[in-house]
């Protein structure tokens, strides 16, 4: 079946840099979503992205769906320690179907 | 406002026993959707519904596992002859059928089977 490979696994960063993380896929996805987890909580969403190329932003973070539809990145400028919880990439191959999740990325922010 | 809710929000059963879980999604979402998530993983797709209708199902779901959405709104998940590989978090989203489709997630029933 489909599988997302996220990376990096974890990242441990001093506050205030910025974080990269990316998503790549042996097929393409026609919708690409980013989420955080907090422990014990559910997905919530922080970028949806819906065209090839598209680059979006959401206050400190920005995020880019590829333009060969099989990649997508998630940038955090200037972290802050309540950006601590595990990211999740999410490809969407039909229009309101199901998501296909990457297996996470851990952040921890030092003060 | 209110999101996807779920309950309950714990579950602890001894194998063999059933268990099951209710979703209500967010008002007027005519889509829902069931995923399981074990430590250290992502989400994985169990199956959706539109409205009352149980769209697709993943193989994950066992004969063991039902879910029904009787009157398009709230849906629940029923487990029979919990095993312990059954342990995870059972995760519920919601979205509106439109050309975008965002799911949104509820807040999980982490499940535990002694």
């Known amino acids: 079946g489909q599988q997302l490979n996220q990376s990096p696994q974890s990242m441990f960063i001093q506050e205030g840099e910025d974080v990269s993380m990316n998503c790549t896929s042996s097929?393409?996805?026609?919708?690409w979503l980013w989420y955080k987890q907090d422990p014990g909580e559910g997905p919530v969403l922080l970028i949806a992205?819906?065209?090839?190329?598209e680059l979006t932003s959401n206050g400190r973070l920005t995020a880019q769906f590829g333009i060969t539809r099989k990649d997508s990145f998630l940038n955090i400028s200037a972290s802050i320690p309540s950006d601590v919880g595990i990211y999740f990439c999410?490809?969407?191959?039909?229009?309101?179907?199901?998501?296909?999740f990457g297996q996470g990325t851990e952040l921890s922010v030092k003060p | 406002d209110t999101g996807v809710s779920q309950d309950p929000r714990h579950k602890i059963t001894k194998r063999g026993q059933n268990v099951t879980f209710r979703c209500d999604p967010i008002s007027e979402h005519n889509r829902l959707y069931w995923y399981r998530q074990t430590l250290g993983q992502g989400p994985e797709f169990l199956t959706y519904?539109?409205?009352?209708?149980?769209?697709?199902k993943s193989r994950l779901l066992s004969d063991r596992f039902s879910a029904e959405r009787p009157k398009g709104s709230f849906s629940t998940l029923e487990i029979q002859r919990t095993e312990q590989g059954d342990s995870a978090m059972y995760l519920c989203a919601s979205s509106v059928w439109d050309r975008v489709g965002t799911q949104y997630f509820g807040p999980g029933t982490r499940l535990l089977v002694l």
């Open positions: 999410a490809g969407q191959l039909h229009q309101g179907g199901k998501l296909i």
């Open positions: 097929s393409i996805f026609n919708t």
């Open positions: 519904f539109q409205n009352e209708a149980q769209l697709e």
């Open positions: 992205l819906y065209k090839a190329g």
